[in-house]
């Protein structure tokens, strides 16, 4: 079984600092991995993904991952936060099933609350 | 933009009461997936279903939980009897084959 693992539950930033949450998962397989974003009385939105190919991902808002295959790591990136960016994040993973198409469903970090002051 | 879209919003129940929490996955989707938040806690994976069958469960989804696909649009997740611990918001989630999981804004159940 997979079990994945975000480094910091609350980060505080001031705006226009860079970000970076730390994500590690542990798994003997090929995974999927994600990042979700959870605005304040939003539902859970992908920001990201990785599949296979270029180990550096970029998703919507400005993010960016970079998966590091032997550490293990999905560490998610923005070079210069925004008060908007408030919100909390999730990393997840799940295992890639060859047959019939699907996949297993995601194991969650437990999330990183992100305060972003103005 | 399609989106996965859950009713109720909330809900509220008494303890022994059987729930039927609704989702409506994504038009083109194949892959349907219950999950669960404890408040406080981590998103949980509950089930995954796909070809009218259930493809995964978790060690959660005990003989409490059943999941169905009625008809063409729906997908619904049934609770038996509650316990005042199945009190936790509810996500559904969609996905075509080797996709990403969309998440709907899920059902916010008491127990009481």
């Known amino acids: 079984a997979q079990s994945v693992s975000q480094h910091n539950h609350h980060v505080i930033l001031s705006e226009a600092a860079s970000l970076e949450l730390g994500c590690n998962y542990s798994?003997?397989?090929?995974?999927?991995l994600f990042w979700y974003v959870q605005y304040p009385g939003q539902h859970l939105q992908l920001l990201l993904k990785?599949?296979?190919?270029?180990?550096l991902v970029k998703g919507i808002k400005g993010f960016e991952a970079e998966f590091i295959k032997s550490k293990f790591s999905f560490n998610l990136r923005k070079p210069s936060v925004q008060w908007s960016d408030t919100a909390e994040y999730f990393c997840a993973v799940n295992a890639v099933m060859y047959s019939g198409g699907g996949a297993d469903g995601l194991t969650f970090g437990k999330g990183t609350h992100l305060i972003i002051q103005p | 933009e399609p989106e996965v879209t859950q009713t109720p919003s909330h809900q509220v129940t008494q303890m022994g009461q059987e729930v039927i929490l609704r989702c409506v996955p994504i038009?083109?989707?194949?892959?349907f997936y219950w999950y669960r938040q404890i408040l406080g806690q981590k998103v949980e994976f509950l089930v995954s279903f796909y070809n009218n069958e259930i493809s995964e469960k978790s060690e959660i989804f005990d003989d409490q939980f059943s999941v169905e696909r009625p008809d063409g649009s729906n997908f619904t997740l049934k609770i038996r009897s509650t316990k005042l611990e199945d009190s936790a918001m509810y996500f559904c989630a969609s996905s075509e084959a080797f996709g990403a999981q969309y998440f709907g804004p899920g059902t916010r159940l008491l127990v009481l």
């Open positions: 038009s083109n989707h194949l892959y």
């Open positions: 990785y599949f296979s190919g270029d180990p």
């Open positions: 798994y003997g397989g090929t995974v999927n």
